[in-house]
Nanobody, 118 residues
Framework: QVQLVESGGGLVQPWGSLRLRCAAS????????VAWYRQAPGKQREKVAT???????NYADSVKGRFTISRDNAKNTVYLQMNVLKPEDTAVYYC????????????WGQGTQVAVSL
Protein backbone atom coordinates (compact mmCIF):
# COMPACT_ATOMS: atom_id res chain seq x y z
CA GLN A 1 0.00 0.00 0.00
CA VAL A 2 1.24 3.47 -0.86
CA GLN A 3 1.82 5.93 1.97
CA LEU A 4 1.61 9.61 1.01
CA VAL A 5 3.42 12.28 2.99
CA GLU A 6 2.90 15.94 2.14
CA SER A 7 5.18 18.69 3.37
CA GLY A 8 6.30 22.25 2.66
CA GLY A 9 3.29 24.21 3.82
CA GLY A 10 3.40 27.20 6.12
CA LEU A 11 2.31 30.75 6.74
CA VAL A 12 3.11 33.18 3.94
CA GLN A 13 2.10 36.69 3.04
CA PRO A 14 0.06 37.44 -0.07
CA TRP A 15 2.19 37.43 -3.23
CA GLY A 16 4.56 35.00 -1.55
CA SER A 17 5.63 31.53 -2.67
CA LEU A 18 5.78 28.02 -1.29
CA ARG A 19 6.89 24.69 -2.69
CA LEU A 20 4.95 21.65 -1.58
CA ARG A 21 6.30 18.14 -1.72
CA CYS A 22 4.47 14.82 -1.85
CA ALA A 23 6.56 11.73 -1.17
CA ALA A 24 5.11 8.32 -1.86
CA SER A 25 6.42 5.11 -0.38
CA UNK A 26 5.38 1.49 -0.46
CA UNK A 27 4.66 1.05 -4.13
CA UNK A 28 5.58 2.67 -7.43
CA UNK A 29 3.74 5.96 -7.56
CA UNK A 30 5.24 7.02 -10.84
CA UNK A 31 2.90 4.94 -13.00
CA UNK A 32 -0.10 7.07 -12.08
CA UNK A 33 -1.47 10.43 -13.05
CA VAL A 34 -1.17 12.33 -9.80
CA ALA A 35 -3.02 15.37 -8.49
CA TRP A 36 -2.74 17.96 -5.81
CA TYR A 37 -5.97 18.68 -3.99
CA ARG A 38 -6.87 21.23 -1.38
CA GLN A 39 -9.58 21.66 1.20
CA ALA A 40 -10.38 24.99 2.77
CA PRO A 41 -12.34 25.26 6.02
CA GLY A 42 -16.01 24.59 5.42
CA LYS A 43 -15.47 23.67 1.77
CA GLN A 44 -15.23 20.48 -0.22
CA ARG A 45 -11.91 19.15 -1.34
CA GLU A 46 -11.01 20.41 -4.82
CA LYS A 47 -8.44 19.36 -7.34
CA VAL A 48 -5.98 22.10 -8.28
CA ALA A 49 -3.38 20.45 -10.52
CA THR A 50 -2.57 17.17 -12.22
CA UNK A 51 0.52 15.67 -13.82
CA UNK A 52 0.61 12.56 -15.99
CA UNK A 53 3.30 9.92 -15.89
CA UNK A 54 4.87 11.62 -18.88
CA UNK A 55 4.78 15.09 -17.36
CA UNK A 56 1.72 16.62 -19.01
CA UNK A 57 0.00 19.03 -16.66
CA ASN A 58 -3.41 20.55 -16.12
CA TYR A 59 -4.61 23.21 -13.68
CA ALA A 60 -7.77 24.55 -12.15
CA ASP A 61 -8.62 28.00 -13.47
CA SER A 62 -8.14 29.47 -10.01
CA VAL A 63 -4.43 28.58 -9.95
CA LYS A 64 -3.50 28.63 -13.62
CA GLY A 65 -0.44 30.77 -14.23
CA ARG A 66 0.51 30.79 -10.56
CA PHE A 67 1.01 27.12 -9.64
CA THR A 68 3.28 24.59 -11.29
CA ILE A 69 3.05 20.86 -10.70
CA SER A 70 6.00 18.60 -11.44
CA ARG A 71 7.25 15.16 -10.58
CA ASP A 72 10.45 13.22 -10.11
CA ASN A 73 9.57 9.66 -11.01
CA ALA A 74 12.88 8.30 -9.81
CA LYS A 75 12.16 9.67 -6.35
CA ASN A 76 8.44 8.85 -6.30
CA THR A 77 7.84 12.50 -5.51
CA VAL A 78 5.49 15.17 -6.79
CA TYR A 79 5.88 18.90 -6.23
CA LEU A 80 3.63 21.94 -6.33
CA GLN A 81 5.34 25.28 -6.78
CA MET A 82 2.93 27.98 -5.69
CA ASN A 83 3.63 31.60 -6.59
CA VAL A 84 1.66 34.82 -6.18
CA LEU A 85 -0.25 33.26 -3.32
CA LYS A 86 -3.60 34.73 -2.39
CA PRO A 87 -5.61 34.48 0.83
CA GLU A 88 -8.10 32.26 -0.99
CA ASP A 89 -5.33 29.69 -1.47
CA THR A 90 -5.44 29.02 2.26
CA ALA A 91 -6.24 25.34 2.71
CA VAL A 92 -4.83 21.96 3.61
CA TYR A 93 -3.13 20.52 0.54
CA TYR A 94 -3.08 16.81 -0.28
CA CYS A 95 -1.79 14.63 -3.08
CA UNK A 96 -3.26 11.44 -4.47
CA UNK A 97 -4.04 9.79 -7.77
CA UNK A 98 -6.16 11.77 -10.20
CA UNK A 99 -9.78 10.96 -9.39
CA UNK A 100 -10.86 11.24 -13.03
CA UNK A 101 -8.17 8.93 -14.36
CA UNK A 102 -7.75 6.30 -11.65
CA UNK A 103 -10.14 7.23 -8.89
CA UNK A 104 -8.69 7.92 -5.47
CA UNK A 105 -6.52 4.85 -5.03
CA UNK A 106 -4.68 5.49 -1.80
CA UNK A 107 -5.42 6.58 1.73
CA TRP A 108 -5.14 10.29 2.23
CA GLY A 109 -2.04 11.58 3.96
CA GLN A 110 -2.12 14.14 6.72
CA GLY A 111 -1.84 16.99 4.24
CA THR A 112 0.15 20.16 4.63
CA GLN A 113 -1.40 23.42 5.82
CA VAL A 114 -0.98 26.52 3.69
CA ALA A 115 -2.05 29.82 5.22
CA VAL A 116 -1.85 33.05 3.24
CA SER A 117 -2.27 36.12 5.39
CA LEU A 118 -0.72 39.46 6.24
Amino acid sequence: QVQLVESGGGLVQPWGSLRLRCAASGSPFNIYTVAWYRQAPGKQREKVATVTRGGNTNYADSVKGRFTISRDNAKNTVYLQMNVLKPEDTAVYYCNTDERVHGILFSWGQGTQVAVSL
